[in-house]
């Protein structure tokens, strides 16, 4: 399980793609060339004037794209925003619920935004969760977003925003970017600007009213009543993920996870039937 002093060397490190710039240059004029030079002076005063309009148009047209984007943040950087939209495409959400809110089983996850286990389940395991289970009717998720790992700004940040998102219907849409593009713990990789970019790469989403309802009484207390979920659960010992499950409006029982292995799509699945056919 995911724990606040979790060792780095766990982590997995994807290695970024590099290039170099290209090798070449002008060919040397041939030597002993004795054909007279087409580019006499007139013929040269055409091309530079070419030249100059050429530069300026791109010019123009790199100011006129550069203000009309302003309005909305740039989703070139950010990764999985296909899937994530066709993941999540059509379930029902209300808030931190994902999924038909009559389903007779429910999942509830704990999870830290900045907790690398956590996103490798969301990347790895959940689509197949959603696929199965929850776009089938037979499940919903409940999200607990709690903040232990330090910075602990960084985590409150991202779950105020979530909150937000979750007033519109689009918090998991969000979570999950946020885990597709995931950094290292503790670095300060949680910022206003990450935070604007995937809002804006999530289809439906106000991006200005999501950072503007961050700091809004619903959020606070979604927030507040998860981390209090969380201390009735784990106590003082926080760790995520942690998962509870059974059958809607019943006793939930925490699933009893003991290996990565079963917190891969097979395992997981294994763990979740067990536990809501009890």
Known sequence: ?????????????????????SQGGPRPASPGSTRQ???????????GLVAALVVAGALIGISVA???SSSKPSTKTVTGLLATNALFRGIPQSGNVLGN??????LVEFGEPQCPICGAWARETLPTVVRDYVRTGKLKIVFRGISFIQPAGDSERALGALAAAGAQGRQFQLLDLLYRNQGEEGTGWITDDLLRSLGGAVFGLDVQRMMSDRSSAAAKSEIQGSA????????AHLRTPTFLAGPSGGQLAPLPVSTMDQLGPQGFAQLLAQTISR
Do not use: D, E, N, Y
């Open 1 to 21: 399980m995911g724990k606040a002093s979790r060792s780095k060397a766990q982590r997995r490190l994807v290695p970024s793609a590099a290039g170099g710039p």
């Open 37 to 47: 030079s087409w580019l006499t002076p007139t013929r040269a005063l055409v091309i």
């Open 66 to 68: 550069g203000s009309g």
């Open 101 to 106: 809110a009559s389903a007779p089983a429910t």
């Open 228 to 235: 209090r979920a969380a201390a009735r659960v784990m106590g």
